[in-house]
């Protein structure tokens, strides 16, 4: 194997595949990127047997072949090399020599035959789907997955495809995000339980001009455009109902500046239980009271203005649940409905132009007097 290659375009290519290599792994092959000279470019492509990703670059192969080198290093290698071309060479040894400028190096290697197979997905018949829908359902919905272990399917994000839409739910038993965004020329549909650290992966390598192609197999789903391909084992099992959760019913409203309320809450955070992060609000016709009282620490309370529409209320949640939503809210305003101090709160925006539609969701905490 011999090519030459631009600093710049070999670590493009590295960054896009260096982030699926395992930190640590039993399987010394995997802590390696798997390097390919052909014809068509450099193929770089590293995987944690989870996710798979793989990305042509261009470069002047000499002589085709292949091998795997270790990422750690080699990104660190490339990173402080000069700006300038490249050379690498390998013989028949698992050892291969880069060169730049007057710096020279030799990495050992392993065999690209132990690099474990990418999965078999046959794109034709599947999705396309423009990268910057796909980006807005991630960055809006995937927060809200499950990172605990007693409840796998709810660590991933469920993915509902459909001929006239597609749609994201993610939740971990508290609170819950949904978002809608209407799709053109789908055929088939599908519902599909992703890993957020894929979809992050997607969000991260594709821009969001770029169109991808989408298919799956059995058990897994591929991602790829002209030069870059992704590919992620899927979550099994049946999804929760998730619409059982989401009030049809709530009859009281109050609109509120975005930031007003994400203010208050980081406030009354500061003295609420690291246990439950619980507060209390309290809704009357032109106002919220939030208030806090914590045993062996203190207590705090807050007035804030807000447009409400209903009896008065009181109702208890975890502040950090709350605001994590409201990070991911994408307007000034936001509008809660509420029924009563146990049932299900709705959060969504107020004023959102776009297309999609987006509700999120939050499971109150009960009040203790």
Known sequence: MKFTITREKLQEGLVAVAATVPTKTTLPVLSNILVEASKDGIRLSGTDLDIAVSTTVPASVDKEGGITLPARKLVEIVRELPSGTIQFTSSGEQRVAIECGK?????????????????????????????????????????????????????????????????????????????????????????????????????????????????????????????????????????????????????????IERSTLTAALRRMSIVASDQTHRIRLAFTSASCKLSVQTPDLGEAQEEITVTYDGDPLEIGFNASYLLEILKYLPTDEVRLTLKAPERAVTCEPVGWDDPASYLTLVMPLRLVD
């Open 103 to 255: 710096s020279r190096f030799k990495l050992l290697g392993l065999p690209k035959e132990e690099f474990p197979a990418f999965p078999t997905v046959k794109f034709a018949g599947g999705w396309k789907v423009k990268a910057v829908e796909l980006h807005k359902l991630i960055s809006h919905v995937a927060f809200a997955a499950s990172t605990e272990e007693s409840r796998p399917i709810l660590n991933g994000v469920l993915w509902e495809l459909k001929p006239e839409r597609m749609r994201m739910v993610a939740t971990n038993g508290h609170r819950l995000a949904k978002m809608d965004v209407p799709v053109t020329g789908g055929e088939t549909q599908a519902d599909l339980i992703v890993p957020p650290k894929a979809l992050e992966q997607i969000r991260r390598l594709f821009s969001g001009d770029e169109e991808l192609e989408i298919a799956k197999s059995d058990n897994h789903l591929g991602f790829r455009t002209e030069t870059t391909q992704v590919f992620t084992r899927l979550i099994e099992g049946p999804y929760p109902n998730y619409e059982q959760v989401i009030p049809r019913d709530n009859d009281k409203s109050a609109t």
